[in-house]
């Protein structure tokens, strides 16, 4: 199942299962239907078949490249699959998608997303692997992320949530020192948008203490955040 994307560049992890020896296909897609044969991605360039229908097209997206990438997020939930699979299969997939958005706006129309999710790394805090980890898997899930990048103090963050009003916030903290940032954040959402849902992570933070600062939820991995975003508003 996860070898349904697949790539004719040997040197590209693409969706995990390497072990599949049938996996190349030689570098193409089948549409749900079998009716479609499309090069997704390759490392030379060659992009998706240009006769290919929008609807076709939302198919790929919807049908293959997510169900394949969930499969790759379950095994990393349980442990069969580890972060650097994870990695490069996010990586792979955003190629695809990239393809396919480069595809829909010749004008055969958009692939919708399923709603506004803002990232940061709060204030006095430069750390941002995780963060950037966490905008892959959600951008790849169909989520429309508005990454404010590290460092961001609590006013233009609020700000960001109320201008889209997005449901969804996550924020990231890897000191101890910038914990306090993160608390006054969420305080500060909870004043002027009480609609919007609160994720946080970091390794400094537990489950018990996300609580205690009024965040909603606690994500100790990436795809943590990405269930909790369909809990939300999948």
Not at 124 to 137: A, F, R, Y
């Amino acid at each position: 199942e996860l070898c349904k994307i697949c790539s004719c560049a040997e040197e590209l992890h693409l969706l995990a299962d390497l072990h599949c020896a049938h996996a190349a296909r030689d570098g193409i897609v089948v549409t749900e239907d079998g009716t479609h044969k499309v090069v997704v991605f390759v490392l030379n360039g060659v992009g998706i078949d240009r006769d290919l229908g929008a609807e076709a097209l939302r198919k790929l997206y919807e049908n293959e490249i997510i169900p394949a990438l969930d499969r790759v997020g379950k095994g990393f939930e349980a442990q069969k699959v580890y972060l650097p699979s994870l990695l490069m299969s996010a990586e792979a997939a955003k190629a695809a998608f990239d393809e396919i958005k480069a595809r829909f706006s010749t004008g055969n129309g958009e692939i919708s997303h399923k709603c506004d999710f803002v990232l940061a790394t709060v204030k006095g805090d430069v750390h941002d692997i995780g963060k950037n980890i966490v905008k892959l898997l959600l951008e790849n899930y169909g989520y429309a992320v508005h990454d404010l990048g590290r460092d961001v103090p609590p006013e233009v963050i609020a700000d960001k949530v109320e201008e889209l009003r997005a449901p969804l916030l996550g924020l990231s903290a890897l000191m101890t020192t910038t914990v306090g940032a993160m608390e006054e954040t969420i305080s500060l959402i909870r004043a002027r948008a009480p609609y919007c849902k609160v994720i946080v992570g970091g390794a400094v933070l537990t489950e018990s203490y996300a609580k205690s600062i009024g965040a909603d939820a606690y994500g100790a991995t990436a795809m943590d955040a990405v269930r909790y975003a369909e809990s939300v508003c999948g």
